[in-house]
């Protein structure tokens, strides 16, 4: 279970450090095989590989006929890399994606349960305002839910 955020810097040939907490586990869920790819808020999804291998099998299920799965597919299979985290539990974040998501020398990693999100540092705290805003007000599923 993967929670909370932490700064990270990319060094000069766009790899990031995997925080500490997380290598141990990383190791034995996945032996440091991770899978990295686009998203539509134009941050990276990071998965470990099995946590990925079953979402891109139900993904190219789908039909492809259907205009939205089809783009879905290229963003998500086709933007997908497999990279696997070094001796000092670095990953090397390929450079299509980093230019993609817009990614500059100072990123977040965002534990999301089972796989994480990577931000550019200044569109993350975007999203940290928009989500303290509400600007849309609360959604409906929210209803009854107390912290």
């Known amino acids: 279970m993967f929670r909370g955020g932490t700064p990270i810097s990319l060094d000069n040939k766009g790899r990031l450090a995997v925080p500490a907490k997380y290598r141990e586990g990383l190791m034995s869920l996945c032996a440091g095989r991770l899978v990295v790819t686009a998203d539509p808020s134009r941050c990276l999804l990071v998965y470990p590989y099995p946590v990925w291998e079953p ?13 939205q799965i089809r ?24 450079p299509l994606l980093r230019q993609f998501a817009g990614l500059s020398k100072d990123v977040v990693l965002v534990g999301q349960g089972a796989k994480f ?24 599923e929210l209803n009854g839910f107390s912290l």
């Open 55 to 67: 979402l891109e099998q139900k993904l190219n299920s789908l039909s492809s006929f259907n205009p």
């Open 71 to 94: 783009s879905l597919q290229r963003l998500l299979v086709g933007n997908a890399s497999d990279v696997e985290m070094d001796g000092a539990g670095r990953i090397l974040v390929p």
């Open 117 to 140: 999100e990577l931000w550019d540092d200044e569109k993350w705290n975007l999203q940290m305002d928009n989500a303290l805003a509400f600007k849309d007000g609360i959604p409906a």
